[in-house]
């Protein structure tokens, strides 16, 4: 059977992940090429923050849980993620942190929440995307 390339279900970051994984179950083999040489310009400083590059990684992680080793794991997933998530949170509001950052701890906790209870409705990662007009500043 075909495997059609990337997953346009994600949306930026485990898409390498899904199609690696789906080569492989196919029976393909992945191969490392150890000369290539990339530059990312990318704004690695959302990482210090919980911003929309850390909201959208967690999605892809979710869908590829949900899609991949089924709801067991990704309750576990979850579970571990949210007991992480309420002490960044705890962190967040004891020392004052940024809105944005305590706004992104709880949509994460929301993902997770949903992931953990409602598993079988995440394998669209879409489906958690924020409406256009609120997302604005990313």
């Known amino acids: 059977s075909e495997v059609r390339g990337f997953d346009?279900?994600?949306f930026m970051y485990l898409e390498d992940a899904d199609l690696a994984y789906r080569l492989r179950e196919r029976g393909l083999r992945c191969r490392i090429l150890h000369d290539p040489y990339v530059?990312?310009?990318g704004r690695h400083y959302e990482l210090q923050e919980l911003g929309p590059v850390t909201l959208r990684m967690n999605r892809g992680l979710v869908r590829f849980y949900a899609i991949h080793h089924g709801h067991g794991w990704l309750r576990l997933l979850a579970?571990?993620?949210l007991l992480f998530l309420a002490m960044r949170w705890l962190t967040t509001v004891v020392r004052g942190g940024s809105s944005q950052n305590?706004?992104?701890v709880q949509e994460l906790l929301a993902l997770y929440g949903a992931a953990l209870f409602r598993?079988?409705?995440v394998a669209d990662a879409r489906s958690f995307e924020r409406p256009a007009a609120a997302r604005g500043a990313e």
């Open 79 to 81: 579970v571990s993620s």
């Open 8 to 10: 346009e279900g994600y």
């Open 102 to 104: 305590r706004h992104s």
């Open 119 to 121: 598993p079988g409705a």
């Open 39 to 41: 530059v990312h310009f």
